[in-house]
């Protein structure tokens, strides 16, 4: 059974072979040909995330100073390294609210639906959440070796 997108007419659905039946997207794997189209749809995506969110830049302009100071107090690579993984884990967070904000907008348009709020929220809370425990990694690593350096 074939029923056509709106969106996208090169697209078609279709009921998979067997016993479930699932539909799938035809050509779907289409969509990034080879792998440096994939690497640059997803330099649009950060391109996109730094340009247009606010809460993204600030992210991406802590995690720079953060490193900068972990490299002045000289912390261990394991230490750098978590470091890395708490603020690439915000990034990530704050770009999967972005992109949850933009389906949900594209869902329901302009209305008001309580679900909507919830989604929204909920991906906001996310990356609040992953950004209050960076902190305080970020306060575990560096404030010992800062107070050291500063003879204190």
């Given amino acids: ?3 056509p997108n709106p969106q996208n007419t ?3 659905l279709q009921a998979a072979p067997g ?12 969509v990034a040909g080879d792998l440096p189209s994939s690497f640059r749809y997803a330099a649009k995506g950060l391109i ?6 606010r809460n993204f830049r ?3 302009i802590t995690g720079a100073v953060v490193f900068g100071l972990g490299l002045w107090l000289g912390l261990s690579l394991e230490r750098m390294a978590v470091l890395v993984l708490t603020v690439a884990a915000v990034l990530v967070l704050e770009l999967l609210n972005t992109a949850t904000e933009a389906v949900v907008d ?3 348009g302009r209305q008001f639906h309580p679900l909507a709020r919830i989604a929204k929220d909920c991906a906001a ?14 306060l575990l690593l560096l404030l010992p070796p800062l107070l050291a350096r500063l003879g204190l």
């Fill in 1 to 3: 059974m074939n029923t």
């Fill in 10 to 12: 090169s697209v078609s």
């Fill in 19 to 30: 016993p479930r039946r699932r539909r799938r997207r035809i050509g779907a794997w289409k």
């Fill in 125 to 138: 809370a996310a990356v609040l959440v992953a950004a209050l425990a960076s902190m305080l990694i970020a």
């Fill in 106 to 108: 594209l869902a329901i």
């Fill in 58 to 60: 600030i992210h991406v």
């Fill in 48 to 53: 996109y995330g730094f340009s247009s969110q």
